[in-house]
């Protein structure tokens, strides 16, 4: 069975300073990884999704995710965050021809001024 | 261009009470996914439909949850009978194709409340 874990219920970090978010998951065959954000009241918003080659992946908002398969983790990156970064960060796995997605519980993302 | 919308965006309902909640997909996407959120939990899958049929309903959490989807577009999730556990924030999404590797847009939710 498919999942996702998310160890980090919530974070705070300092505006300027680095965010790590941390996923592991599991799946039985080549993972298809992405990393989503929801912004409060609003939906979920892709970030980032990684299905093969180059284990660095560019996403939107100056994230970055990196995948290692020895350690069944794809963990977000942002280099300096910003205020409007606070939000809900949820990464999820599926796979070639599987259409469901599992999702993890999600971390939370406060920044300080 | 038009994302994924969901009405109502909020929904307040007596237990024992039914609901429907409505999503309409971005025109031509032919997979449509439901899921819930519970307050402090990730998002659990509920239906996917790819056209009009519905291969997986196996989230669905009983039988007094039924979903439909006409005309390859919109689709709605039924909740007869509601319970207080039912309360949570109820997702839909849409992808051009049902396969993993095309991204999901999702909707801003319905937040139904049953007190």
């Known amino acids: 069975a498919q999942s996702v874990t998310q160890p980090d219920i919530h974070i705070t970090v300092s505006e300027g300073a680095s965010l790590e978010l941390r996923c592991n998951y599991s799946y039985g065959a080549t993972p298809y990884l992405f990393w989503y954000v929801q912004s409060p009241g609003q939906g979920l918003q892709l970030l980032l999704k990684?299905?093969?080659?180059?284990?660095l992946v560019q996403g939107i908002k100056g994230f970055e995710a990196e995948f290692k398969r020895s350690q069944s983790s794809f963990n977000l990156r942002k280099p300096s965050v910003h205020w409007s970064d606070a939000a809900e960060y949820f990464c999820?796995?599926?796979?070639?021809?599987?259409?469901?997605?599992?999702f993890g519980a999600g971390t939370t993302v406060t920044v300080r001024a | 261009g038009a994302g994924v919308s969901q009405s109502p965006s909020n929904k307040v309902t007596e237990k024992g009470k039914d609901v429907e909640l409505r999503c309409d997909p971005i025109s031509g996407h032919t997979a449509l996914y439901w899921y819930r959120q519970s307050l402090g939990q990730g998002l659990e899958f509920l239906i996917y439909?790819?056209?009009?049929?519905?291969?997986?309903k196996s989230g669905l959490p009983s039988d007094r949850f039924s979903a439909e989807r006409t005309g390859g577009s919109v689709s709605t999730l039924t909740i007869q009978r509601t319970q207080q556990e039912d309360s949570a924030v109820y997702l839909c999404a849409s992808s051009a194709t049902g396969v993993s590797y095309n991204e999901q847009f999702f909707g801003p939710g319905t937040r139904l409340t049953v007190l």
């Open positions: 990684y299905f093969s080659g180059d284990t």
């Open positions: 439909f790819q056209g009009n049929s519905a291969p997986d």
């Open positions: 999820a796995v599926g796979g070639n021809n599987d259409y469901k997605l599992s």
